[in-house]
């Protein structure tokens, strides 16, 4: 998911209150999300083996995966999971939370990856969720699309790095 903008991107972005440690961020969003899951919904989150900083600010990233983790709530009424997880290189970091729901329909995804009006699914939405969301990570140079899987719906969220390094925790 490397591009050349992204690259640019995160060189000019400096760590600070516009930006997020990703690792411990998303752990913090699991546990404060945990309650508010239905009993038949688990949700899994990885442990951080890096430390990165990510160039956007706590209210967008949480907007998004509140958008995100919502659509996947609701398209599990049956149950299911959700499982976070992320990756990172010196350049950018890719969030993707993964639903074992019955998937987007085929042309929202198509609607969405190129970039057309996206209708909504659900009785008396209006389609905006997925349009606010590409509109705060297009603010900081990130992107993000939907990747139907055998076993549900992968949203791959890429965020440019604040800083252009990444460390090992211990």
């Known amino acids: 998911m490397h591009s050349r903008h992204g690259a640019a991107t995160s060189l000019l972005m400096p760590a ?50 509140d958008n995100l983790m919502t659509n996947a709530i609701e398209a599990l009424p049956q149950g299911g999971s959700i499982a976070l997880a992320w990756t990172a290189d010196k350049y950018e970091a890719v969030v993707e939370i993964m639903d074992s729901g019955p998937g987007v329909p085929p042309d929202v995804v198509t609607a969405l990856n190129s970039g057309q009006r996206i209708g909504s699914t659900k009785p008396g939405g209006n389609g905006l969720g997925l349009l606010g969301v590409r509109s705060l990570l297009s603010r900081v140079g990130g992107q993000f699309h939907a990747a139907p899987t055998a076993s549900g719906t992968a949203w791959p969220i890429a965020l440019p790095v604040a800083m252009a390094t990444t460390s090992e925790l211990p």
Do not use: K
């Open 16 to 65: 600070n209150s516009d930006s997020v440690e990703l690792g411990a961020f998303l752990r913090q969003y699991a546990a404060a999300a945990l309650p508010r899951l239905p009993a038949n919904i688990s949700l899994s989150v990885p442990e951080a083996r890096t430390a990165v900083r990510v160039a956007i600010d706590v209210p967008a990233l949480a907007a998004v995966l």
